[in-house]
């Protein structure tokens, strides 16, 4: 299942309790590039009626579109919505991710009021079943690979599902293809458990937060599950001039054994504990008891917490250290404290936040150090959220 490249690396096994997981098959060095897997499915992740002030990306790549370019071309049957980098991207387009079907779809709901005005997660959601049909009509095995991926539909998520399928179905039927309401839950259940956001490059951004570009499917990285001291990030470029730029391209943190499962954090390591564990129940249905969590769940000022509706912590003013998301250094500065005090068992955990966290204002990300040339570990270590690198020598 996984290619020959990282099949030397890493091993498809069931864990109990955990489901499918990667190990490593053999000793991996700090910044290996452990896997690189290219998307079965990639949709943009903006509304369906795009404001005027918002920057352009080509429909098919993903990658900025330039105002001055001269290679730009639009899509014949809807040039004011979708646009290429050059004419090789549309010709790929066409016969894709914007076959005649996606094209008539996604105009035909854009002229739905009812989907228009709704929440941005219900317009991101159409878009990825316009994208996940038109898998299944250009590629049946990686539209089976897909609905392989693990996620179940849930009650919850009743209302979306009748919605989004009774729209599809009347408004813009893919041809020669029966879609019943059932597929269409297991396809979101699918996409909300194993979508990755493709990030604006920091550099785009205003305010210092990064937002979502794109999602992509990856099928074997959707196989990694979460710790919340990661061994392993995931780094994309998906504003890179070289070929598949969507590609998700994951490297170990340090070095790794034999057998050690690699797990990726599904979110910035900064949340602290029971932000984690609210996310973690609620979007991927399970408690996680990894190494980091068994100690924080000891912490005592957890009893304090309360989260809010953006999964971030509230304390009161004098217990105020764990306010993640607004100040990171108090995070880690937290985290060393609680380390300090928890003796050797937390140790690792405090010296994951010093070496591994980018300590940049807003940013979140983990540092990994470059790939590893010769054999010699890099001293080089690079943020896969803003790119920022730092030397290991200079802390
Ligand atoms: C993207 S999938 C990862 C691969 C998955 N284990 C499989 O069998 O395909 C995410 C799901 O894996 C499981 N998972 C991930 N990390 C876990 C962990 N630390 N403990 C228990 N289950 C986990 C949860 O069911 C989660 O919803």
């Not at 990639?42 to 002030?53: E, H, I, T």
């Amino acid at each position: 299942m996984l290619t020959a490249d990282s099949d030397s690396v890493l091993r498809l096994v069931e864990i109990e309790g955990r489901g499918r997981a990667l190990v490593a098959a053999q000793p991996l060095k700090a910044g290996q590039i452990i896997l690189r897997d290219s998307p079965i499915v990639v949709y943009s992740a903006f509304p369906l009626v795009k404001s005027r002030s918002s920057a352009s990306y080509c429909g098919n790549c993903f990658r900025t579109l330039s105002s001055s370019s001269v290679n730009v071309m639009a899509c014949p049957s809807c040039s004011h919505h979708h646009r290429f980098c050059s004419p090789n991207c549309l010709t790929v387009a066409s016969a894709s991710s914007h076959s005649p079907w996606v094209c008539q779809a996604l105009s035909r709901l854009r002229d739905c009021p009812s989907l228009v005005s709704q929440p941005l997660e219900r317009q991101v959601q159409a878009r990825f079943l316009i994208a996940a049909y038109n898998l299944a009509l250009i590629s049946p095995s990686d539209f089976q690979v897909l609905l392989s991926l693990q996620g179940q539909d849930s009650p919850s998520d009743a209302p979306a599902v009748q919605f989004l399928h009774s729209l599809i179905s009347s408004v813009c039927p893919p041809p020669s293809l029966s879609i019943t309401i059932e597929l269409t839950a297991a396809l979101l259940a699918k996409d909300k458990l194993n979508a990755f956001g493709l990030m604006e490059p920091i550099s785009l951004q205003q305010d210092g937060q990064r937002s979502v570009r794109a999602y992509g499917i990856y099928p074997k990285a959707s196989f990694f599950n979460h710790d919340c001291l990661p061994n392993a990030c995931r780094f994309d470029y998906l504003d890179s001039a070289l070929d598949r730029n969507t590609d998700f391209i994951v490297r170990t943190i340090h070095d790794v054994p034999q057998g050690r499962e690699i797990c990726l954090s599904y979110f910035p390591v900064n949340l602290n504990y029971s932000a984690r564990q609210k996310r973690l129940a609620e979007d991927y249905g399970f408690t996680c008891d990894c190494d980091r969590c068994k100690v924080e769940a000891n912490w005592s000022d957890n009893e304090a917490e309360d989260v809010n509706d953006n999964g971030n912590i509230e304390e009161e003013e004098d217990e105020g250290e764990e306010i993640m998301d607004e100040d990171s250094d108090e995070q880690m500065g937290s985290d060393l404290e609680h380390g300090a005090e928890g003796g050797e068992a937390d140790f690792p955990h405090a010296y994951f936040f010093v070496r591994y966290m980018c300590n940049r204002d807003n940013c979140g990300g983990t540092l990994a150090p470059l790939p590893p040339s010769d054999d010699a570990p890099s001293k080089i270590l690079e943020c896969n959220v803003c790119g920022n690198l730092k030397n290991e020598d200079d802390e």
